[in-house]
């Protein structure tokens, strides 16, 4: 008799903790959520939409964002496209095309990058990371390498 009683005791002592370590969560939960807030997904994207083929002309250069990142996405011409992770590998200025010589340039300390990224000249130590471009339909995709 004894022993039953301290065993449903014991029973609802733990049914209470439970329940309270339960409120404890669902309360901290979305404070947690809200402190870390979307990183990980973000950090985690691999594939985007720049946006409509139409909106990029031959021989230019646009900032997109990938991710939580910036992307310089390329148009060479009509048909070829480039896209590079668009933090410069020196010191992580955002670099940009350049249209008269169709170069990558960083404006921070005249690093200058081909169009496949490697480096021409200035202090960046090595090429910019490059993304895969892929047209659908008229839409333009940048991903993440394999
Ligand atoms: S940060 Fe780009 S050249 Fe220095």
């Not at 009509?78 to 008269?100: G, M």
Request: hydrophobic share 40%; aromatic share 8%.
């Amino acid at each position: 008799m004894h022993s039953m009683e301290t065993q449903r005791r014991s029973l609802v002592g733990w049914l209470l903790g439970g329940g309270l370590t339960a409120s404890v969560i669902s309360f901290l939960y979305p404070a947690v959520r809200f402190m870390q807030p979307p990183k990980v997904p973000e950090a985690s994207i691999n594939e985007t939409v720049a946006g409509k083929i139409d909106e990029f002309k031959p021989n230019s250069g646009t900032i997109v964002k990938f991710g939580n990142r910036p992307a310089l996405l390329i148009r060479v011409n009509e048909t070829e496209w480039r896209a590079f992770n668009a933090i410069c590998t020196h010191l992580n200025c955002t670099v940009q095309f350049e249209q008269p010589t169709s170069q990558i340039w960083c404006a921070c300390h005249n690093g200058r990058f081909d169009i496949n990224g490697q480096v021409v000249s200035g202090p960046p130590p090595g090429p910019l990371e490059e993304f895969q471009v892929r047209i659908r339909e008229d839409e333009v995709f940048i991903s993440k390498r394999a």
